[in-house]
């Protein structure tokens, strides 16, 4: 099933218009899922989030699966991106949170576009533009500015630091893969009802043989919260790979880098966590043109 199946194409513009799409909802999944901490504890609710990924996705299967598409070899690229993201990324990226402190992690976790370019020159021959290059720094500086917020821990070991970075390497190899594996299959919702399907099963085994088993309180709103943001979360991949179908990593994965601000936005307009400070508004200000300059170097 092609995008304009969907009725959802805005010709040369589509790649950048589902990448902003795809930030926007990443951003208030991770609001949904932060709601959630406050009853539930992270591994747990990881669980929930994926697993509920996967619901909405078969939910959605007798509207947009196409069977044949099981047939296709390129399916296993699909499985393979689902070992690993989202069920080891996600868990990389708590633990980081959990030695390093969300300012540091969230420093090394802006990286992420670095990776994603690097691959999409080396594996898929795409062109890094000056102005992309230039646009992409602007996001990558923009985050990096948002991060640097009060006093960082320094009681961390030296592995720690591997974490994010870890997590941000795949996700971008996670995003090169599917770029690759829509060559044969180019559905953007079929590439993540199998990677999350995989994701799914493997959270919940693990979950099951913890040594230490989690009793999961379900009349609390934790894992409701979990569950809201997973099904967000599997929209935004929807839309990630329909960018991905359409466009450059080098163009999608610095846009998609751009969902911290989002996050922040909202945190302060709709969640009332957050308060307006000149450091967001600069971060607001790089990240626009930067955008702008993306699409126009395309």
């Known amino acids: 099933m092609t995008l304009s199946d969907w009725g959802l194409d805005f010709g040369e513009l589509t790649p950048l218009v589902f990448a902003l799409i795809a930030a926007f909802l990443f951003a208030v999944g991770s609001q949904f899922q932060n709601i959630g901490l406050a009853t539930l504890d992270s591994r747990s609710g990881t669980a929930i989030s994926i697993s ?35 069920a080891l990324s996600a868990n990389l990226s708590v633990a980081g949170m959990r030695y390093l402190g969300p300012t540091l992690s969230s420093t090394l976790a802006a990286i992420s576009p670095l990776f994603g370019t690097a691959m999409g020159m080396l594996i898929l021959g795409e062109v890094l533009t000056w102005p992309l290059a230039i646009g992409t720094a602007g996001i990558i500086g923009a985050i990096l500015l948002l ?30 893969l599917s770029k690759i594996a829509m060559v044969d ?13 995989v994701s799914a099963i493997l959270m919940v085994g693990t979950n099951k043989i913890r040594r230490v088993p989690v009793t999961i309180n379900w009349s609390s709103t934790g894992p409701r919260w979990f569950a809201l943001g997973g099904i967000t979360l599997g929209t935004a991949i929807i839309f990630l790979n329909g960018a991905l179908l359409r466009g450059d990593i080098v163009v999608v994965v610095p846009i998609i880098a751009a969902s911290p601000i989002f996050t922040l936005l909202l945190s302060i307009v709709v969640f009332r966590r957050e308060t307006l400070t000149a450091r967001i508004v600069a971060a607001v200000f790089i990240v626009v043109p930067s955008v702008a300059v993306i699409a126009l170097g395309r």
Do not use: C, N
């Not at 299967?61 to 690229?77: H, N, S």
């Not at 991060?147 to 995003?175: E, M, N, Q, T, Y």
């Open 52 to 86: 509920a990924s996967a619901v909405y996705f078969w939910l959605l299967a007798p509207f947009f699966m196409e069977p044949g598409y099981w047939l296709e070899p390129a399916v296993l690229i699909f499985v393979l991106i689902g070992l690993f993201r989202p």
């Open 147 to 176: 991060s640097k917020r009060g006093k960082v821990k320094v009681d961390w070991p030296i592995w720690a630091l591997g974490l994010p970075i870890a997590a941000a390497f795949l996700r971008s190899l996670g995003h090169v």
């Open 185 to 197: 299959i180019p559905d953007p919702y079929f590439g993540g009802l199998v990677a999350f399907t």
